[in-house]
């Protein structure tokens, strides 16, 4: 499964960014799509999720993400509004298919800063 992610960069507190993922490669059905993040000496963190039938959201990004899904094209998108410095980390997107694998992309920076 290859995953492309896009649409990090630098961005000043009380921004926006939106980041794109599209997923291609893999015969079976996707149930899962979602970001985490890690930020500079800290662990990877959930961000969103998306399966099938609901969302969710790290409480950290609650009322300030939203995370949507393209089903025909296997695309992801997170809109990140109101943007703060602690929102800075490499973002990563990720897939699991329904043969139970889960993918990982390379990860794009966002910056939050002034």
């Known amino acids: 499964v290859q995953l492309q992610a896009s649409g990090g960069g630098l961005v000043q507190p009380g921004g926006s960014l939106t980041l794109s993922c599209a997923a291609s490669?893999?015969?079976?059905?996707?149930?899962?799509m979602g970001w985490y993040r890690q930020a500079p000496e800290k662990q990877r963190e959930l961000v969103a999720i998306y399966t099938s039938d609901s969302t969710m959201y790290s409480d950290s990004v609650k009322g300030r993400f939203t995370i949507a899904r393209d089903n025909a094209k296997n695309t992801l998108s997170l809109q990140m509004d109101s943007l703060k410095h602690g929102d800075t980390a490499v973002y990563y997107c990720?897939?699991?298919?329904?043969?139970?694998?889960?993918?990982w992309g390379k990860g794009t920076q966002v910056t939050v800063s002034s």
């Open positions: 490669g893999t015969p079976f059905k996707i149930n899962r």
């Open positions: 990720t897939v699991r298919t329904s043969d139970g694998e889960e993918y």
